[in-house]
């Protein structure tokens, strides 16, 4: 079993909608959990942060941790073209180095 | 674009080739990381130095030697690669332990032929 499963879509959807992006995992020991967006030919960039359980909202992104269920999404509301990329969950224990990532999900909005 | 650079931004190289991969962080992090991106696999963590100390080590195979001369500086030496090494090589930076916030580099395409 990975340790983070992620499902790598491709996910199309019309501009405007609300998309829901998630992530499951399996250690219940992780605390930090991250969002990253990588356009296509460019290094991943951080896009949401979150310790523990809880909501995080930042513009039209938020980020929400179930530490119960072990699952993390990402919302992103009035869904715009420039929102098309591939973006990554990753987490980390407590005071770790080390991130986690899922495979990532291939995202498109389409005018 | 972002505060960690990456040079060069595309290589192809034979396998009997030597070559190197360069990063640098304006950011003034203390920690530097070096990651494989494969098709349709999640990042793999490669490498990890620490105030120009090499804390992780994550199986990488001996062909692939990093280098980090000082906190904004890491190289990736790789020498008699295989095909299969063919992905992208991202370098990331951060505050160090304690801060594991990592910012990417745009990364070096690698193709072995």
């Known amino acids: 079993q990975k340790e983070v499963e992620q499902d790598p879509g491709p996910l199309s959807v019309p501009e405007g909608a609300i998309v829901s992006l998630n992530c499951t995992y399996s250690?219940?020991?992780?605390?930090?959990f991250m969002w990253y967006r990588q356009y296509s030919r460019k290094g991943p960039e951080l896009l949401m942060y979150?310790?523990?359980?809880g909501n995080k909202e930042d513009g039209r992104f938020t980020a929400q941790v179930d530490k119960s269920s072990k699952y993390i999404s990402l919302f992103i509301r009035d869904s715009q073209p420039s929102d098309s990329a591939t973006y990554l969950c990753a987490m980390s224990l407590q005071g770790a180095q080390k991130l986690v990532f899922g495979q990532g999900t291939r995202l498109t909005i389409n005018p | 674009e972002t505060g960690v650079t990456q040079t060069p931004r595309h290589l192809v190289m034979g396998m009997t080739n030597k070559k190197s991969l360069k990063c640098e962080q304006h950011l003034g992090h203390n920690a530097m990381y070096w990651y494989k991106q494969s098709a349709k696999k999640p990042l793999e963590l490669m490498f990890v130095?620490?105030?120009?100390?090499?804390?992780e080590n994550n199986s990488v195979p001996s062909r692939f030697s990093p280098e980090c001369p000082n906190s904004s500086h890491l190289f990736l030496h790789l020498h008699t690669l295989q095909p299969e090494d063919s992905a992208l090589y991202l370098c990331?930076?951060?505050?160090?332990?304690?801060?594991?916030?990592?910012?990417f580099g745009p990364g070096t395409r690698l193709t072995v032929l």
């Open positions: 250690n219940s020991a992780f605390q930090y």
């Open positions: 130095y620490n105030f120009k100390e090499q804390t």
């Open positions: 979150t310790y523990s359980s």
């Open positions: 990331a930076s951060s505050q160090g332990q304690g801060k594991n916030t990592q910012y």
